[in-house]
């Protein structure tokens, strides 16, 4: 379960996940920002002998796009086609 109540589906863009298998995605929010938005992923329960969906909660991973794009390297010198190539 993606603890939907916690995020507004209408705000919400997936723009990833942790690979197969993983069903925990991430997405932009919108909720607070319509031009910033942050950056959730889905956290599921740690309990493995007890799952309930109800402990999966999403959780920030990024204030801003730019500043997950800077996590991961992925920042404006790093990807413009002008930059200098290593």
């Known amino acids: 379960m993606a603890s939907i109540h916690e995020i507004d589906p209408a705000l919400a863009v997936v723009i990833g996940d942790f690979g197969l298998g993983s ?26 002998e007890k799952p309930r969906f109800s402990d999966n909660h999403w959780v920030k991973i990024a204030s801003t796009f730019e ?18 190539r290593q």
């Not at 995605?25 to 493995?48: A, G």
């Not at 500043?67 to 200098?84: I, Q, R, V, W, Y």
């Open 23 to 48: 069903d925990s995605p991430i997405i932009l929010d919108y909720r607070n920002d319509r031009l910033s938005p942050c950056v959730l992923r889905l956290l599921w329960s740690r309990d493995m």
């Open 67 to 84: 500043e997950l794009a800077g996590f991961l390297g992925l920042d404006k010198e790093c990807c413009s086609p002008l930059a200098p």
